[in-house]
């Protein structure tokens, strides 16, 4: 019963370890959004293309939709995709992948570079180029702005802003 309120990734059993899971649907803001556009869950549903009862089960039970749905979701209701979810600690390009449940190497795939690259990167031993950023923000399903913060973190990090200054 606990599994209704864990992100995608834990219910797929795509991890094992609960704090992994980091990122949750905002459920009665979502359900505060619809309402106060006098929308119902079917007219959510039908711009969405999914059913009515998978927006209740958002609302009531705090699933998180698929990536590309939710960012299609905030876009529907007009409002920015980090108002749709909630953060339990920072947010990495590992939880983004998590979350949207891929592998290391298929993300590689998709910017075209070796693993290890993206795993330096990843793993924060690189700074996030800037050319990713758009192909992150398609794979992952997060608007471009959620990644350009995570580069501003890395960047601060590498230049040793972070210890003693």
Same mark, same amino acid.
């Given at each position: 019963m606990g599994d209704d309120h864990q992100p995608l990734e834990c219910r797929r059993g795509l991890t094992t370890r609960r704090r992994a899971c980091r990122v949750r649907i905002r459920r009665e803001r979502l359900r505060e959004l619809r309402r106060t556009r006098g929308l119902t869950q079917s007219q959510v549903a039908a711009a969405l293309s999914c059913s009515r /009862?998978?927006? /209740?089960?958002?609302?009531?039970?705090?699933?998180m939709p698929l990536p590309d749905r939710l960012h299609s979701l905030a876009k529907?209701?007009?409002v920015p995709f980090s108002e749709l979810v909630e953060h339990e600690g920072p947010v990495t390009l590992r939880t983004l992948r998590r979350r949207a449940g891929m592998l290391q190497r298929e993300v590689a795939a998709h910017l075209a570079v070796g693993i290890p690259t993206y795993c330096d990167v990843e793993r924060q031993r690189q700074s996030l180029p800037d050319r990713w950023v758009p192909v992150l923000s398609n794979i992952f399903g997060v608007p471009v702005d959620i990644?350009? /913060?995570? /580069?501003?973190? #890395?960047?601060? #990090?590498h230049d040793g802003g972070g210890a003693g200054n």
């Open positions: /009862s998978a927006v /209740s089960t958002w609302e009531t039970k705090g699933r529907f209701l007009g990644l350009r /913060s995570l /580069s501003r973190i #890395q960047a601060l #990090q």
